[in-house]
């Protein structure tokens, strides 16, 4: 059975997703949807590329994954498809795609151009449902689109290196629902600056000097139990890999976050410097 994932910032409250899901298995009633996420900050494709870069792994080879986000095609977004590691990609080029570039050369990718075999009042999101319903069917991408060799790169995704080498400056581009802190600074480049190199992450005022396996190694000593150590900070690569600062045990609601109780927010500085 063929999935398409479904990657939006519709909300639930809506009927938009239901409406969505209704016209794929109009056009595809065998195929799997599988929901991803529908609670991505509206218009926000740092976050987009974050949550789908972080979950495509996790579905079989030629899944097919649409990204609702900031959709509406116009002079600066065009409609893409693109294979890449076994997986399809539907959205705008609007730097969704470009974590993924990053990571690994797409197999291809093309500039969809079937919008005028449509009547005028077909939506920008019916163009993305005829082609994720195509491509599950085991179509080709040449059918709906004309090559293209390059996409748009969203520069806030990109972490920078220091002329000298000795520092990676990254922005925090995701907090999830602990409030722990994503930043674009991946562990693949940690180790390829670092060199074994002592370092510091600062994140003004407040620092961290080591980066963690996982959450429950802050317990550094046996004579205590692990619950005294809620509310300290924290920093780990997660299962995505990126560095990610977090309170241990937090809970936004109640005692607070990296993001409440350290001040960081979407888009803030995080630097790594090493001596």
Not at 124 to 148: M, P, T, W
Request: proline share 4%; with cysteine; charged share 20%.
């Amino acid at each position: 059975m063929s999935i398409i994932t479904l990657t939006t910032d519709y909300g639930l409250k809506d009927h938009f997703v239901g409406s969505l899901k209704g016209k794929i298995l109009s056009e595809n009633p065998e195929v799997q949807i599988i929901d991803i996420s529908h609670d991505i900050d509206p218009f926000n494709t740092a976050e987009a590329s974050y949550i789908i870069g972080a979950a495509y792994l996790s579905f079989p080879k030629g899944t097919v994954h649409l990204i609702g986000v900031d959709i509406e095609r116009n002079k600066e977004n065009q409609h893409i498809a693109m294979q890449w590691n076994d997986h399809y990609f539907i959205c705008a080029d609007n730097g969704i795609l470009s974590m993924l570039t990053q990571k690994i050369v797409p197999q291809k990718i093309v500039a969809i151009n079937i919008h005028d075999r449509f009547p005028i009042e077909a939506t920008d999101l019916d163009i993305f449902i005829q082609v994720a319903s195509h491509l599950s069917r085991g179509g080709l991408l040449n059918v709906i689109g004309k090559e293209i060799s390059s996409i748009k790169e969203a520069t806030e995704l990109q972490a920078l290196v220091a002329d000298d080498g000795n520092s990676i400056k990254g922005n925090i581009i995701y907090i999830d629902h602990f409030g722990n802190v994503v930043t674009n600074i991946s562990k693949k480049q940690f180790l390829e600056i670092s060199r074994g190199r002592p370092y510091e992450i600062v994140m003004s005022p407040k620092s961290i000097k080591t980066i963690l396996p996982n959450y429950s190694a802050i317990a550094t000593s046996d004579k205590y139990p692990i619950k005294t150590y809620e509310g300290e900070k924290l920093a780990i690569f997660n299962e995505a890999g990126f560095l990610e600062i977090a309170i241990f045990r937090s809970n936004p609601s109640k005692v607070g976050s990296a993001n409440s109780l350290l001040g960081l927010n979407y888009r803030d500085v995080i630097t790594i410097k090493f001596s």
